[in-house]
Structure formats: C-alpha cells, structure tokens
T-cell receptor, first 112, second 114 residues
Framework: DTEVTQTPKHLVMGMTNKKSLKCEQH?????MYWYKQKAKKPPELMFV???????INESVPSRFSPECPNSSLLNLHLHALQPEDSALYLC???????????FGPGTRLTVT | QKEVEQNSGPLSVPEGAIASLNCTYS??????FFWYRQYSGKSPELIMS????GDKEDGRFTAQLNKASQYVSLLIRDSQPSDSATYLC??????????????FGKGTLLTVNP
C-alpha cells in the first residue's frame, strides 16, 4: 500500500483566514514533504520533515507553518495568504531520503 | 545549478505505438531517477524508479539509464489513450547533503490518439 491521504480536497479562503491542510500516511515512512504546484509547472519543494523533525525549509514565507504531530501526520497551517498562493498543495512521503516519494492527491487551494 | 531537462512536447503518438520520453540531467552526482505521470488536475503518480545503468521493465513501461551520458528515458509500449498525461522526470542527488531533494524537469505532455 503506497497511499498518502490529504484533506481537504478543495479549500477556498480569504486573505484574513486561518486554515490547515492535513496529510497522513501509514507506510512507516520517515520522511514527509510539502510541495506547491502551480499550473503547468513541476512541484516546488516547500518543507521536509525527517523523523518528525523539520529538516528543510526552502525559504518559504512565514504565512505557511508546517507541523508534524507524529510519524504519520503532517499539517500545513495557513494564515494571511495572498492570491498568488493559490495552487495545488501536495504532500509526499518516502521511506528515507533519496527513496521513492509517493504523493497524496493534493489540496486545491484558492485564496480570494 | 542542478538542472533536469525534458522536451515539453506535446508528443503525439497513435494508439498502439511506442512513446519515447527523454530526460537529461546536469549533475553527475545524481543517483536516483524517477518517472512520474500526472493527469491534468491530479497529483503526480510514481510509475518507475531506476538507480543503476541499463534497462528496467515494468509491464508496458521501460526506464533506461545511462549515467555516462547523463540521460534517462521512459518507453511506453502499446500506448493507450489512457496514457495521455504529463510525464515528469525527477532526479535525486544522493550526496552532498542534498539527498532529500527531487529536482523535476518541466514535464513532457504526451497525447495518445485513438
């Protein structure tokens, strides 16, 4: 089973809202990732967690705040987003770094 | 700057033909290579991984890796209309502290015509 789940599937939020995206995997993977993907572009790495600790922040604005409550869950907290933050947000996991990364279905975010 | 290059396409092939997708990468230290398929509006789906020189076959898919030429390809045999998607080549540098990061090409749009 190589399933990564994400909720919600779609999210519309205003620029003053606070919302959270959730990601879950039960494959025992120790690395988890958040990506952002704009239309007709490849995924762009945002954050990397390894063994539940934040390893990499790819210079992401502070209005995006990741959290890893346990080895299976990954959250992305959103606050005061801009319309240009509208995108498909993807969660992925892998057994370790450099192994295959499996993506969840994504959350389509629209900021109004 | 580590780069992964793909022809953006569109690549159009008739149903039943072989589709050939190509990818070159700039960093000789790259160790892990992946092909993802992405349907419009959906997330990337891993279809092949390859780590050593040569061919790797899985059903109708064959990945080919040539590290000396810094080239990786994906062949799709007996192409079906359901194979119509964007194919993303992704490369992982397995050294120098960067082995967490997948570098993606821009993707090749494949259209299989019935």
């Amino acid at each position: 089973d190589t399933e990564v789940t994400q909720t919600p599937k779609h999210l519309v939020m205003g620029m003053t809202n606070k919302k959270s995206l959730k990601c879950e995997q039960h494959m025992g993977h120790r690395a988890m990732y958040w990506y952002k993907q704009k239309a007709k572009k490849p995924p762009e790495l945002m954050f990397v967690y390894s063994y539940e600790k934040l390893s990499i922040n790819e210079s992401v604005p502070s209005r995006f705040s990741p959290e890893c409550p346990n080895s299976s869950l990954l959250n992305l907290h959103l606050h005061a987003l801009q319309p240009e933050d509208s995108a498909l947000y993807l969660c992925a996991s892998s057994q370790q770094f450099s192994y295959e990364q499996y993506f969840g279905p994504g959350t389509r975010l629209t900021v109004t | 700057q580590k780069e992964v290059e793909q022809n953006s396409g569109p690549l159009s092939v008739p149903e039943g033909a072989i589709a050939s997708l190509n990818c070159t990468y700039s960093d000789r230290g790259s160790q892990s290579f992946f092909w993802y398929r992405q349907y419009s509006g959906k997330s990337p789906e891993l279809i092949m991984s390859i780590y050593s020189n040569g061919d790797k076959e899985d059903g109708r898919f064959t990945a080919q890796l040539n590290k000396a030429s810094q080239y990786v390809s994906l062949l799709i045999r007996d192409s079906q209309p359901s194979d119509s998607a964007t194919y993303l080549c992704a490369v992982n540098l397995d050294s120098g502290g960067s082995n967490y990061k997948l570098t993606f090409g821009k993707g090749t749009l494949l259209t299989v015509n019935p």
